[in-house]
């Protein structure tokens, strides 16, 4: 797979002095190096358990992330108090406004008045 996915004019530069977390790598070769590390680099069991170890860390990590970013409580708490707001705004813009009558009617109910003429 290596072999057929791989860019033939494609020349990694890396520097050594470097640890590779600190370089610019992609999230995809730096899994593949955990990898070829993992199953042919490390010397011993031991080794091998503490990278287990930490990669078991880390996807609990990611996977906690994850429910609280997305937690369906939290989500329906969110959109419940964006309603709310929501319906506060339009209650404030939607509030009685006194009628006022235009100056016209006004003068005529005036002159109406005087004569004393019912409508």
Same mark, same amino acid.
């Given at each position: @797979?290596?072999?057929?996915?791989?860019?033939?004019?494609?020349?990694?530069?890396?520097?050594?002095?470097?640890?590779?977390?600190?370089? $610019?790598?992609?999230?995809?070769? @730096?899994?593949?190096?955990?990898?070829?590390?993992?199953?042919?680099?490390?010397?011993?069991?031991?080794?091998?358990?503490?990278?287990?170890?930490?990669?078991?860390?880390?996807?609990?990590?990611?996977?906690?992330?994850?429910?609280?970013?997305?937690?369906?409580? $939290?989500?329906?708490?969110?959109?419940?108090?964006?309603?709310?707001?929501?319906?506060?705004?339009?209650? $404030?813009?939607?509030? @009685?406004?006194?009628?006022?009558?235009?100056?016209?009617?006004?003068?005529?109910?005036?002159?109406?008045?005087?004569?004393?003429?019912?409508?």
């Amino acid at each position: @797979m290596l072999k057929e996915k791989r860019a033939i004019n494609y020349n990694p530069q890396y520097i050594e002095e470097l640890p590779l977390n600190e370089q $610019n790598i992609r999230k995809e070769t @730096m899994a593949i190096i955990v990898l070829l590390y993992l199953n042919y680099w490390c010397e011993d069991e031991n080794e091998v358990a503490e990278i287990n170890n930490i990669l078991k860390n880390n996807e609990e990590k990611y996977q906690l992330e994850l429910r609280e970013r997305y937690n369906p409580d $939290n989500i329906f708490k969110k959109q419940k108090q964006e309603t709310k707001n929501v319906e506060e705004q339009i209650a $404030n813009e939607t509030a @009685m406004i006194p009628y006022k009558k235009s100056i016209f009617a006004r003068i005529i109910n005036k002159i109406k008045n005087i004569f004393h003429i019912k409508k």
